[in-house]
């Protein structure tokens, strides 16, 4: 059974940069749409990015422009350049997987969930 394994979150400074990437364990990524979700406490877990199979990508309102999401199955890794981070962008990020050709942005429809990173964005 397939597991992605997110890395690269920490902190930084409003205005900077932060790379995310998640790995699949188990199986190769290419088989999967992949999606980026965040939690902030207290929120629901929402959509941030999402590649398909065929690496056609889609982002929320709230960080098209910023973030950046990419995939390379060669390294069996989906990325998430995120830039002109802002306090708001602060949650527990996570990676999921689907087992379809497109990207959803219904967190029900992803069968395989990290354990998430951390970002924080300060001030």
């Known amino acids: 059974q397939v597991q992605p394994v997110e890395s690269g979150g920490g902190l930084v400074q409003a205005g900077g940069s932060l790379r995310l990437s998640c790995a699949a364990s188990g199986r190769t990524i290419s088989t999967y749409s992949v999606g980026w979700f965040r939690q902030a406490p207290g929120k629901e877990r929402e959509f941030v990015a999402g590649?398909?199979?065929?690496?056609?990508?889609s982002y929320a309102d709230a960080v098209n422009g910023r973030f950046t999401i990419s995939r390379d199955n060669r390294k069996n890794t989906v990325s998430l350049q995120m830039s002109s981070l802002k306090p708001e962008d602060t949650a527990m990020y996570y990676c999921?997987?689907?087992?379809?050709?497109?990207?959803?942005?219904?967190?029900?429809?992803?069968?395989?969930w990290g354990q998430g990173t951390q970002v924080t964005v300060s001030s």
């Open positions: 999921a997987f689907r087992q379809s050709f497109q990207v959803s942005t219904s967190p029900s429809q992803y069968e395989y």
């Open positions: 590649i398909s199979r065929s690496a056609s990508t």
